[in-house]
């Protein structure tokens, strides 16, 4: 079954602080995979999907950028954090064939 | 754009108590539509649901019926048990391209006390 592996669990960074989030897959290969945000008391947001390797869909403009150098490893960045970046950030993968998601177990951000 | 409501939380319930949370969508096409859920210290996972409009969604004693007419897929459990105690989202699907996107409400936690 396929399994997506996200860390940190949790991460304090001060502003102006560059950001590198890191997911891996295993368990599939060529995953559709996703970068959500949730922030405090709104709901999932999704910023970046992707396709295949070094295809990158944005959904929202903002200060954050994602890569997929490799079939199964999805990065997501940032050079300057901002305040307004903290939140709970979610890596998700599917098939293309089947609509079900498998998600990671997220990384709660906080920029200070 | 494509948009999910859910009711806000936390709904604290005793067990065996009948269970409802509500959920409404807009959509400009014919959306999936999702509920996942997040136990504590894990991630989401595919609760139940429903591809086209009457389709009812079923897993784990937790039951939601798609209703196109009032765009509404409320999640309903008869008796709900402690171990249900997790935060729920409620989501739709808006495919295009090779992939598709999920669009998730802003969850609601359950709280189930013995």
């Known amino acids: 079954s396929q399994t997506i592996h996200q860390w940190p669990a949790t991460l304090v960074q001060p502003v102006g602080s560059p950001l590198s989030l890191e997911c891996t897959v295993e368990g599939t290969s060529n995953p559709n995979l996703y970068w959500y945000r949730q922030a405090a008391g709104r709901g999932l947001q999704l910023l970046f999907y992707s396709v295949g390797i070094g295809q990158i869909s944005s959904e929202v403009p903002q200060n954050l950028s994602a890569s997929r150098p490799q079939d199964r490893q999805f990065i997501l960045s940032s050079k300057k954090l901002l305040l307004s970046d903290s939140g709970f950030y979610l890596c998700?993968?599917?098939?293309?064939?089947?609509?079900?998601?498998?998600f990671g177990s997220g990384t709660q951000l906080s920029v200070l | 754009g494509d948009s999910v409501t859910q009711m806000e939380g936390p709904v604290t319930l005793s067990e065996e108590a009948f269970l409802t949370i509500n959920c409404t969508y807009t959509?400009?096409?014919?959306?999936?539509l999702f509920w996942y859920v997040q136990y504590p210290g894990e991630g989401l996972q595919l609760l139940l649901k429903a591809t086209k409009a009457d389709d009812k969604g079923s897993n784990k004693g937790f039951e939601a019926t798609y209703r196109k007419e009032t765009t509404s897929f409320h999640l309903e459990k008869g008796s709900v048990q402690v171990s249900d105690s997790a935060v729920y989202f409620c989501?739709?699907?808006?495919?295009?391209?090779?992939?598709?996107?999920?669009?998730f409400g802003s969850g609601t936690r359950l709280l189930v006390r013995p």
């Open positions: 959509a400009t096409g014919y959306p999936s």
């Open positions: 989501a739709l699907s808006d495919r295009g391209d090779s992939s598709y996107k999920l669009i």
């Open positions: 998700a993968g599917s098939m293309t064939a089947n609509e079900k998601l498998f």
